[in-house]
């Protein structure tokens, strides 16, 4: 993995779901001037997939049906903030009909913004639900930015804090051991075995953990996920054509 493409993808990921127009010109995520390298990175995905741990596994799954594809998502009982929560929404109907507004190829999949609904060709995306009440953070170091990981997306907060509506999958990239060692040393922890071999075989955005909450993965249609993925976008990073999505819960 290209040192390179991780820093910039560091300085992509912070995403303003709340802050005004602005502050988002300081901010990471909705900020539309994406580096040409990472958007470029090509995804080879290995015919490997995820499988749930002991401490991640839970019983709650989601269908996620979109205009690709469906994707079927098990919550993590690990998380349960995080979980009761994209439950209530995903009950309420509230994903169905939004769009994924944000997707950079070999890096994660963006959506659940409010405003997506009925937004018009070429509006910026990425501010809704600022006034929906944050979801405190929940790390967890069993739980890692694997791919197919499905991610609570937030802004700038110091306590890290999550958006209560717009989440991210990621697709990310193979990563060799070495650099998963010093990202470790660096967060000040050391990746398991098994952790190591996820992201050498699958893939994910390890530079990701223990910053943004982890709280569920794709158990189905991670071919789904690769073809989001590659769709053709704007300079926003917003598919030229929509692709929205309908969750619903099933056993």
Request: hydrophobic fraction near 40%.
């Amino acid at each position: 993995m290209k040192i390179r493409s991780i820093l910039l993808a560091l300085s992509v990921l912070v995403i303003s779901v709340f802050n005004a127009a602005a502050q988002v010109k300081k901010s990471a995520a909705p900020v539309k001037k994406v580096a040409v390298p990472v958007k470029k990175t090509i995804v080879t995905a290995p015919p490997a997939k995820p499988t749930p741990s002991k401490e991640t596994a839970g019983n709650t799954k989601v269908k996620m049906t979109t205009d690709m594809g469906v994707i079927i998502i098990r919550l993590y009982d690990s998380t349960p903030k995080h979980r009761d929560n994209f439950v209530k929404l995903v009950e309420q109907k509230f994903y169905d009909s939004l769009l994924f507004h944000r997707i950079i190829q070999g890096f994660m999949i963006q959506g659940g913004d409010p405003l997506s609904k009925n937004a018009q060709p070429g509006t910026m995306l990425g501010m809704g639900g600022g006034d929906m009440e944050r979801i405190p953070a929940e790390f967890n170091k069993n739980i890692i930015h694997k791919k197919g990981a499905l991610c609570a997306a937030r802004d700038g907060n110091p306590q890290k804090a999550s958006s209560a509506c717009q989440f991210y999958i990621v697709q990310g990239n193979p990563t060799p051991e070495d650099q998963l060692k010093m990202m470790g040393m660096q967060k000040g922890y050391n990746y398991t075995d098994e952790q190591i071999n996820t992201y050498k075989t699958i893939g994910g955005t390890p530079f990701l953990d223990m910053e943004y909450t982890v709280f569920g993965e794709v158990v189905s249609g991670l071919d789904v996920l690769d073809k989001i993925a590659a769709v053709q976008k704007d300079q926003s990073d917003r598919p030229l054509t929509d692709v929205r999505m309908k969750m619903e819960l099933i056993k």
